[in-house]
């Protein structure tokens, strides 16, 4: 057991840094105020993206058949935490290299690799995913936006909701019902999103433009080559994606280096000598570390090749935690951080209070640690 | 970054647990809450299982696993001080070993007795002595801690000096404590979890109620994260690494200890469950060193200054 990075490590987070540091442009701090999902950020991470192709840095993790370097997940975490530490400058790319593109390959037929792997391999492509709706949250396989087959055709209606980037995606990963077969009758449509019948709302919200909407699907017709997988196998497939995407967003280091910056200023101003400052801050750094070995011991299982089953929601709240305790310490010690003092706390502020709600809630990771890392018996249902 | 055992920590890990085996459970007791066994501890020493920090191959993270080993172990044993601080100072000193905060000696010392090594850590210098029988007062018979303590009635006059840095031995005291806490959180959490999946109510296992189910949830996220914690900081040899480790298991030992003995209900108030045993350890870690305010002092002072 041990804790150090290899010097391939350090130095492929060096790398990712100077080009960071080459790449963003000046007064990048203010812009990635505008969330992962505005316009502004998702026009700059498409001109970003295919720089990051071109140096190699855009799927390094992926293996050499699918035209990565084959670096392993160590790679993937260290890529994700220094582009999530910059404020994300993939936008919504991020996505497309961590989980979409694996599963594609995996499970996609060769027209629809051919159609969608290379746009995303230039740093092209936006996904979005239409997963959750407004009786379908927590309980997703209740989800009942229907796809039925007519004449090669599926023909869509329904809604979905919380959908980030659907303003401005290409293409939606859409979980549809075609059985009433609970989770063997859901199925995977790739739906582009000029597709008549499409309509997008935004839903003004507390954590950055653009990040939230409704998708309403009227007789949206797509052909019946849009199916992703067989029909009914869409659980399977979301359960993959997830192995390769489980931890999601290396929340605790955005959060950490939050901290970091907000004790920066309470030191500038000679606030940091209050004890009971000092000993919270600590406590916030510990949750952050706390956070960052329970996500590290999940990427070694993914290193040595094992099934990463709940563990991961372990980490995933762990990480909770953290991000909880670091919003509360900014907004008690450092309140004018959200009213302009600091476009970085607030840039973090805004997407930390999200860590207990997107990708499962915080209260579902609890259900899921309680029954498979504590096997206890099971509620009632 | 790699955080699997290897080989030879498995196969240490496998040796204690063999070893251990004979003292998995607890036999009744009702005498004081401290259970130790003389037995254990002579296999413990004579296997060399409290020295494996200074075996090359193996070093601070192995003896922090089998720390955190002992410390799951109904029986309390003297193991992370010796484990983990001792070979700083002098492998050779006299077991157990007792750490003290100069200034603060008025405290319950754990495993004190006569022939035990008292190190009196202080700003200015480590130093230690052999207690004899009259520097010591008993506690009471009835002590509600299920360590055996004891209270120091003064420091000698003479005590042997140590060339060591006292900023390093308080690290590595706060490594040991963060190694035996994270074992003794996971035993807690483990005879919890066995109890509530039997005891039923309503018809149904207690561990049914979601009222229950999550905090134990989250119990488990901050016992998991102990454990990573304790062993991190005992890898890295670093100071903020090894504050916040004790930090975080004093916090997680302050969240846990009353909601564990409440889900066990009449059951937690006896001594006929295991439980007290690793929760009344953990509460007296709680205060040592200072306590959560001193390791966030401690933790601030050396991430930012």
Known sequence: MQFEWTEEQDAFRHKIRDFLHAQLPEGWEKFSEHGPASPALTAFARGFCEKLAEVGLLFPHWPKEMGGEGLGPWEQQILSEEMWIAGEPRGGQYMNVNWIGPTLEKYGTAEQKARYLEPITRGESLWCQGFSEPDAGSDLASLRTRAVLKDGHYVINGQKIWTSYAGLADTCFLLTRTSDDRKKGITIVLVPMDTPGITVRQIPSLIGEGDIHEVFFDDVTVPETARFGEEGQAWEIVAYSLRNERLGIPRFTLARAALDRAVMMLKDRGDFTREYVRIEAARCAALCEAAGTANYAVVQKRVDGLAIGAESSSARYATVMAERAVCEFVVEFLPEALAGASPYLKMHHQRGIVAGVAAGSAEIQLNIIASDVLELPREPR | ?305
Not at chain 2, 112 to 120: D, H, I, N, W, Y
Not at chain 2, 227 to 256: C, F, N, P
Request: overall charge negative; glycine content about 6%.
């Open chain 2, 1 to 305: 970054m790699q955080l699997a055992l290897n080989e030879d920590q498995t196969q240490v890990l496998d040796f204690v647990e063999a070893l251990a085996r004979p003292f998995a459970s607890a036999p009744l007791h009702d005498a004081g809450l401290a259970l130790e066994s003389a037995e254990l501890d002579a296999a413990l020493v004579e296997n060399g299982f409290l020295d494996v920090m200074a075996v090359e191959e193996l070093g601070p993270v192995t003896a922090a696993l089998v720390v955190e080993k002992l410390a799951r172990l109904p029986f309390a044993v003297e193991a992370a001080a010796s484990a983990l601080v001792r070979p700083l100072i002098d492998p050779e000193l006299p077991r157990p070993l007792c750490l003290v905060e100069e200034g603060r000696t008025s405290g319950p010392v754990r495993f004190l007795r006569p022939g035990a090594t008292v190190v009196v850590v202080g700003q200015s210098g480590v130093r230690s002595f052999t207690a004899s029988a009259d520097q010591i007062a008993a506690a009471q018979e009835d002590t509600l801690y299920a360590y055996p303590v004891a209270f120091l009635t003064g420091l000698p006059e003479a005590m042997t000096s140590h060339d060591v840095d006292p900023a390093e031995v308080t690290r590595a005291w706060r490594v040991a404590m963060a190694a035996e806490a994270a074992g003794l959180l996971g035993a807690a959490l483990a005879s919890v979890v066995t109890y509530v999946s039997e005891r039923k109510q309503f018809g149904r296992p207690l561990a049914t109620f979601q009222a229950m189910r999550h905090r134990l949830a989250e119990a488990q996220v901050v016992t998991n994260t102990a454990h990573w914690l304790a062993m991190r900081a005992a890898a890295t040899g670093d100071s903020a690494d090894a504050a916040m480790a004790l930090l975080h298991a004093q916090e997680a030992a302050k969240r846990v200890c009353y909601d564990y003995h409440q889900f066990l209900g009449g059951m937690g108030m006896t001594l006929e469950h295991p439980l007290h045993l690793w929760t009344y350890r953990l509460k007296l870690l709680t205060s040592e060193l200072g306590g959560r305010g001193a390791q966030g002092l401690a933790a601030a002072e050396a991430l930012w200054g």
